[in-house]
């Protein structure tokens, strides 16, 4: 229970102050217009700069399993609308709903009782505690569905079929704060498993919350991102190798395999690393630029071309793996160690909110 | 109850008799064959009333075979019934002497058939009837009928609460085999939220399981799940036939003819309300996010502190009709999927009317959603095989704002983004439509957001689109206007909405965005013009616009007059055609109007807005240009807007050129003189004539084959060939043929010509 109050206190607050209409000549923008409603246009942005990963002690506070479950798997990653009427306190039911609502559906036209436990598929709704960074961030939200193979043996168990989460790390205070206390953001998605479930699990929350799901594409900027924070990382945890895969646009495509070795990647990112020993250091932690990055994968690109005679600038960056994980472009990560766990998510969830429509 | 009934029955039978002799003696002109039936129905009457007594008071155990008073009556009753039905209380009678099988089964299904309703059927007499079914004396076909009929007249029972109230004892005889799909219909016909039971929905379900997957269970799940979401859950396939079959009853072919003959129009329509959507199209898509949700109710629900007493809430789509959303409105849920309200014009009417804020976000989400799904985010998707849905999906969002009368924000955040990518040809209209729909710019962001784009958009464009995009500007402009002037009287009765989401605008703040977007379309309009050489397609478009601004004070009480640049002021000036000088002239007229009153009411009021001195000057050198171009004939003078050099002038060639465009002269009313021409017989052309041939003749801004467009023009040119060779003003003559022939190298011209000059 006590955990459930927690999470509750993690909703984050409202904060839109409710102004009465002063009596003088003042004018309502329409109630529907985009500008006044959310930052929408003008705050969310990728940030420019970030803070350097710090090894978080993460496996003191979220629970070892959770997180050795995290980091087990590679994620399809989603956008998500943030979801109205979510709560923390309602899993337990939200697992039955769900549960009914899959075999509901596997079963067309036939009717499952929601309580009923008669269904082949179990699924569970956890909490992920101590996920979250910033006052404003709901906690993340864990979904696994357990179901017994078809021609299983009565004895056999039922095991782990798909899993998935629902995560915001660091969002965009200025944005969640701008929700109604109605929804809950947790713009960033991970699923692991069939598709269909996949699709299932989507659209029953879509029916629950009025939330959408839209495909979350990694685009040049954040894999470039990745592969700065990863290499970044490299003196504390090593990152055994940088390996990055290029596509070309020519005829016949050509895919370049790009894998530089972790103690040139570490110097490389060191020479064009700005004076790393700022003032501000102690306090805040090393920020890094974009403009570190761009320098980064310059580099990067110069000695390819030095020995190819290949410009990668003309091509497309399509996957980025180093030890601390990997990320495609097509939006499917592993994140392999789990002390980077949420710098990466960061920059997932900011990836994730800058899709989103309003 | 025997009494009761006799009573209420002689009653009846009394009051139609006297409104029957009443209407007779009213229409005493009618034909005799009328009146003499009226009297034979009259008579029969009698003898029904006592059948129905017979029925009423018949002891238990008659026999029925070789009983003749019994088939009297019974051919009697069934003659009323097919010919005009059976009153209310008839129904009652009959329907108790049929189901409490009084003389045995058999007549049961005879009295049935004939069980035809004139106007309503009372409900106690079907509860009745439903509670012998629990007797159990009557054979099950018996039993299926009862049900069936119940169901064909059920639109017609006065009332459904006491129905109702016995739901659950209908509900038990949803285990009979062979009444179970017909109970299922009544039972779907009746339920209400608070019949929705966790026990009996494991009845059904347990009958699932026995009968497998039949339509009429499905049907009732699916309606308990949209009752009660968090009881059951269905997925039903989109190939499942929609609604119970509709059963071929006995009854309704006879009902249809009664009710003809009766002239009611009671609506006994027994067909049901379709929950399940048929999809429009099972073609697969890959990309399904422009499919509208369906609208159904909410699962998730607030946790209730007091569960038990919860008030009643409608879901939504259990409405059909706009009376049952006045009469529901209090107690109305929302849909799971605001979304599926784009589909709905009755749920955006209360969506209209609720003005919930976390509806309306949700609603934005999944229309940003959307839209940024199709037309940012999906480049694969292949535009061509997508743009249908597309197209649809799009008319959809702008006949929902129209009837809103407002642009979404989602829409509103994803134009400004598409704006910058747009080419200005993809669905060009309706992007145009939704961009007329936006709400206020803020002055400070107005340039970037809107101006710019639109800019780069304009000049890169077709003339077409340039029509558009000032239409647009146009219907951007009116909206505007419009909320300024609903929500100014608004602000007077301070009424208080939820403004919250809202950030205020000053009135100032207002007006420079306003301003904004007028000095816009000024810019674009006159470079506009000057590309496309003054196009008349686009200078309507243009006046237009200015037809709206030029009354900003008077119609929408809005303090602001901006007068149009010069370079739509002049091209309108000189257009060759009346109407657009003749626009002109109105909408310089209308700023007259509004400057006058704005400066008389400031005078009264001494209010703090003040029209500038500027805007006056403007108005007046106008007023000037015009007055002396039209009407005194004085082009050219030095304090005018337009100035040429003096050699130049006289260079052209062109005589009296101060008067080029007086009323006279101007072009734009060439085809008034041209008429003018052909009403005057030849033989009076005077001056006026002379001058206007001298005109084309000179001016070589009428070599425009544009201006000489008909016959009777050329008619006209000979004509005046006529007049000056009669006059020996040979010269004259000679150039305006050699003129005329080369501006339209018409034949006659050339032969009086060649005519001439052989002369």
Redesign the interface.
């Known amino acids: 229970m006590e955990q459930l109050s927690n999470s509750l206190a993690r909703t984050p607050l409202n904060s839109v102050v409710v102004k009465r209409r002063s009596k003088t000549k003042s004018f309502r923008q329409s109630y529907r217009s985009c500008l006044g409603l959310t930052p929408a246009l003008t705050a969310r942005r990728l940030s420019k700069s970030r803070k350097a990963p710090k090894s978080h002690y993460i496996t003191e506070k979220v629970n070892p399993e959770h997180l050795a479950l995290l980091l087990k798997s590679e994620w399809k990653l989603s956008y998500v609308t943030p979801l109205y009427q979510f709560r923390h306190t309602q899993l337990k039911s939200y697992s039955r709903q769900l549960s009914a609502f899959i075999a509901a559906e596997k079963q067309q036209g036939f009717a499952v009782e929601v309580d009923g436990s008669q269904s082949n598929f179990r699924v569970s709704f956890s909490v992920v505690q101590g996920m979250t960074e910033t006052e404003d961030d709901a906690e993340t939200v864990l979904i696994q569905i357990h179901s017994k193979p078809l021609f299983a043996k009565q004895s056999e168990a039922q095991r782990s079929v798909w899993s998935g989460w629902l995560t915001c790390v660091n969002g965009n205070s200025d944005y969640l704060c701008s929700l109604p206390k109605d929804f809950i953001c947790l713009p960033l998605f991970g699923s692991s498993g069939s598709e269909v479930l996949t699709t299932l699990v989507q659209s029953w929350f879509q029916k629950m919350f009025d939330c959408c799901f839209g495909p979350l594409e990694m685009n040049n900027t954040c894999l470039q991102w990745l592969a700065a924070l990863w290499t970044n990382c490299h003196p504390e945890s090593s990152i055994q190798h940088l390996k990055m895969i290029w596509t070309l646009p020519v005829v016949p495509p050509l895919q370049i395999t790009y894998t530089v070795n972790p103690k040139d990647a570490w110097k490389l990112w060191s020479s064009v690393r700005k004076d790393p020993c700022e003032e501000n250091k102690e306090e805040e932690g090393v920020s890094i630029d974009i403009e570190d990055v761009m320098r980064f994968m310059q580099g990067l690109k110069s000695h390819f071309y030095r020995h190819f005679r290949l410009d990668l600038s003309a091509g497309c960056l399509k996957q980025v793996s180093t030890a601390l994980g990997s990320a495609t472009f097509s939006g499917r990560v592993k994140i392999s160690n789990s002390q980077y766990i949420l710098s990466t998510l960061t920059l997932l969830t900011e990836c994730a909110l800058f899709k989103m429509p309003v | 109850m025997a009494a009761k009934l006799n009573v209420s029955e002689s009653s009846e039978s009394d009051s139609p008799n006297l409104s029957n002799l009443s209407a007779c003696s009213r229409t005493g002109s009618r034909s005799l064959r009328v009146a003499e039936k009226e009297r034979r129905k009259n008579g029969a009457e009698e003898p029904f009333v006592l059948a129905l007594k017979y029925f009423s008071n018949v002891e238990a155990g008659t026999p029925v075979i070789g009983n003749d008073e019994f088939e009297r009556n019974m051919v009697l009753v069934e003659q009323v019934a097919y010919f005009k039905g059976l009153s209310p209380e008839a129904i009652s009678v009959m329907l108790e002497f049929a189901m409490s099988s009084r003389m045995g089964t058999n007549p049961c299904v005879r009295v049935l058939k004939c069980l035809i309703p004139t106007t309503m059927v009372p409900q106690e007499a079907v509860v009745r009837g439903v509670a012998w079914l629990g007797v159990g004396k009557i054979p099950i076909s018996s039993q299926v009928l009862f049900i069936k009929w119940v169901l064909t007249i059920f639109d017609m029972i006065d009332a459904k609460d006491q129905l109702r109230a016995i739901y659950g004892f209908i509900f038990s005889f949803v285990t009979e085999e062979s009444l179970c799909p017909f109970i299922c219909h009544l039972l779907y016909l009746l339920t209400r939220k608070e019949s929705v039971r966790?026990f009996r929905?494991?009845k059904?379900?347990d009958l699932?399981s026995k009968l497998g997957?039949q339509p009429f269970?499905?049907h009732l799940?699916?309606l308990?799940?949209v009752l009660c979401p968090?009881?059951?859950?269905?997925?039903?396939?989109s190939r499942?036939r929609s609604g119970f079959r509709n059963h071929n009853s006995p009854w309704k072919s006879a009902l249809i003819a009664v009710q003809k003959s009766n002239g009611s129009q009671t609506d006994s329509s027994t067909s049901l309300p379709l929950t399940i959507k048929e999809k429009t199209s099972l073609r697969k898509r890959k990309h399904k996010?422009l499919e509208l949700?369906v609208l159904?109710s909410q699962?998730?629900k607030?946790?209730q502190t007091e569960p038990f007493t919860s008030r009643k809430v409608v879901p939504l789509a259990q409405l059909h009709s706009l009376s049952q959303l006045l009469e529901n409105m209090h107690c109305i849920e929302l849909p799971?999927?605001?979304?599926s309200l784009l589909g709905s014009s009755l749920a955006l009417q209360y969506l209209d009317c609720v003005?919930d804020?976390?509806a309306?976000?949700?609603l934005?989400?999944?229309?940003?959603?959307?839209?940024?799904?199709e037309f940012f985010?999906c480049g694969d998707g292949g535009g061509s095989q997508t743009s249908e849905e597309a197209l649809q999906f799009l008319d959809k969002l702008l006949s929902s704002q129209q009837f809103l009368q407002?642009?979404?924000?989602?829409t509103?955040?994803?134009l400004?983004?598409f704006l910058s990518v747009w080419d200005g040809s993809l669905f060009r209209p309706q992007i145009l439509s939704l961009l007329s729909n936006i709400?206020?710019?803020?002055n400070s962001?107005i340039g970037q957001?809107l101006f710019e784009p639109l800019m780069q958009l304009f000049f890169t464009s077709s003339l077409f689109f340039r029509c558009g995009l000032m239409e647009c500007l146009n219907n951007m402009l009116l909206k505007w206007l419009t909320?300024?002037s609903v929500?100014?009287l608004e602000?007077d009765l301070?009424i208080?909405?939820?403004?919250?989401?809202?950030?205020?605008?000053?009135?100032s703040?207002?007006k420079d965005s306003v301003m904004e977007l007028i000095h816009f379309a000024g810019r674009l309009g006159s470079v506009g013009l000057q590309l496309e050489g003054c196009h008349s397609l686009l200078l309507s478009f243009i006046l237009d616009f200015y037809e709206t601004v030029c009354d900003t004070f008077l119609k929408y009480g809005l303090p602001l007059v901006v007068m149009p640049p010069p370079g739509v002021f002049y091209p309108a000036l000189f257009a060759p055609d009346p109407v657009s000088v003749d626009r002109l002239v109105n909408i310089m007229y209308r700023y007259k109007v509004n400057l006058t009153s704005a400066k008389s009411k400031e005078k009264v009021t001494e209010q703090a807005f003040h029209i500038s001195r500027q805007t006056f000057r403007e108005f007046n050198h106008y007023i000037v240009v015009m007055v002396n171009c039209l009407w005194n004939s004085k082009m050219f003078q030095p304090d005018m807007g337009i100035q040429l050099g003096e050699e130049l002038l006289l260079k052209s060639n062109i005589p009296e050129y101060w008067a080029s465009f007086d009323l006279v002269h101007h072009p734009a009313f060439l085809s008034y003189a041209v008429d003018f021409h052909q009403r005057v017989s030849a033989d009076h052309l005077d001056g006026h004539d002379l001058c206007l041939a001298e005109i084309c003749m000179k001016d070589p801004a009428f070599c425009n084959p544009q201006y000489l467009i008909c016959a009777p023009l050329n008619e006209t040119f000979c004509k005046a060939c006529a007049h000056f060779q009669r006059h020996l003003i040979y010269q004259h003559a000679a150039s305006l043929y050699s003129s005329v022939n080369r501006l339209t190298g018409e034949t006659n011209v050339v032969l009086m010509y060649l005519s001439w000059k052989m002369h």
């Open positions: 966790v929905v494991r059904l379900l699932q997957r269970l499905s799940l699916s308990y799940k968090e009881l059951v859950t269905l997925s039903i396939p499942m996010h949700p159904s699962v998730n607030q946790p799971a999927q605001m979304g003005q804020e976390s309306l976000l949700r934005n989400f999944w229309l940003g959603y959307a839209l940024n799904e985010f407002e642009g979404f924000s989602s509103e955040a994803f400004y983004k709400p206020v710019v803020p962001q957001l909320w300024h929500y100014a602000d301070d208080s909405l939820n403004s919250h989401t809202s950030i205020n605008m000053t009135l703040g207002f």
